[in-house]
């Protein structure tokens, strides 16, 4: 069952990621190509419809989207949808995470690959990480708990900071999941490649690693460490897609079945042309596609993850 659906309100993003986004910048959509605040109601509405309980904004940074409050708030009140996450890199966290709460919001993960400044910077082109660390802990104060912080661990970047994340979050009470480098991206490097086996067997030197009772929706598998820490690792194989309840919603309003997928049904223009019914009709006939969807077609595709929102 497809009840899990990402959406992506904004390709705008204050860093610049460098296995993310080209550090020129992209050429982003103009503010009439993007879907409005009650077109993206509107959308929610239709999809929690066809059996969407669960939904995650991402973007870009969706904390940059003016309307991002308001939109949770609306969100929380479709009948149908049980949870609504939020996904950022915590620079603008401090300043909106008690809006957030506010509004009703469920949950969050935030991105964070490093705890040494100038790395951070460097990271993603922002002097950032005193915001993202002080977003963290507002957030906490605010009352979010369960906080996910996702690390991309590459070669040479920060693969010496693996056990320092570690201690990190069980410091602070955090859900730490590492990610592969994903070879999706024209960023790719395959020499920065640092597979989950090897985090993993780094964890076993010094840990001792068992099956973890906690689970989230995701590809994310969680382990215990030490019998208390819980940690995730995020593999990026294509084994993911045989348990993929994942559906995407571009800030444009392109519907993709698939992270991988290249055009996406374009929702956008669909919207002053039909009514609600019609529109879950065409949604649905596209969702009953993905499970016919040859993953390995789409292998070589190359997207930029601020594109689509990971
Ligand atoms: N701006 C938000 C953030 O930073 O969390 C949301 C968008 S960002 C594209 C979502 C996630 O995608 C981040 O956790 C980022 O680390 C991850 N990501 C981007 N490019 C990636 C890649 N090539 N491989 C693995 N993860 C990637």
Redesign the pocket.
């Known amino acids: 069952m497809y009840n899990y659906l990402r959406i992506s309100v904004t390709d705008q993003?204050n860093?610049r990621?460098t296995?993310?986004t080209p550090c020129c910048g992209l050429d982003l959509y103009r503010d009439d190509e993007k879907l409005s605040s009650e077109q993206i109601v509107r959308l929610g509405r239709i999809f929690a419809g066809l059996g969407v309980t669960r939904v995650r904004f991402?973007?870009?940074?969706?904390l940059l989207r003016k309307d991002i409050l308001s939109l949770v708030a609306a969100f929380k009140n479709i009948p149908g949808i049980e949870q609504v996450h939020l996904?950022?890199?915590g620079i603008l966290l401090g300043k909106m995470a008690a809006g957030l709460k506010q509004a009703g919001l469920d949950g969050l993960?935030?991105?964070l690959?490093t705890l040494v400044k100038e790395r951070f910077k460097a990271l993603t082109g922002f002097d950032g990480l005193s915001d993202v660390l002080t977003g963290i802990a507002l957030a906490q104060k605010t009352g979010f708990e369960n906080i996910k912080v996702?690390a991309?661990i590459m070669a040479g970047k920060n693969d010496d900071e693996i056990f320092d994340l570690i201690g990190f979050f069980k410091q602070h009470n955090l859900i730490g999941r590492f990610?592969?480098?994903?070879a999706?991206?024209p960023?790719?490097d395959e020499q920065l490649y640092f597979s989950i086996e090897r985090i993993q067997a780094l964890c076993r030197s010094r840990y001792i690693v068992e099956p973890s009772l906690f689970r989230s929706l995701g590809p994310a598998e969680y382990y215990s460490l030490d019998q208390t820490q819980p940690i995730g690792f995020i593999h990026?194989v294509v084994e993911n897609c045989q348990q993929c309840s994942r559906l995407r919603l571009s800030a444009s309003g392109k519907l993709k079945i698939c992270l991988y997928e290249e055009q996406g049904l374009s929702l956008k223009p669909l919207l002053s042309e039909m009514t609600d019914s019609e529109l879950a009709v065409c949604i649905s006939e596209r969702i009953k596609e993905k499970n016919k969807i040859d993953h390995q077609f789409f292998k070589n595709r190359q997207i930029y993850?601020?594109q689509?929102?990971?």
């Open positions: 993003c860093l990621c296995y993310c991402t973007g870009g940074e969706p996904t950022t890199n993960n935030v991105s690959d996702n991309v990610i592969e480098f994903m999706i991206t960023l790719w990026t993850m601020s689509i929102g990971g």
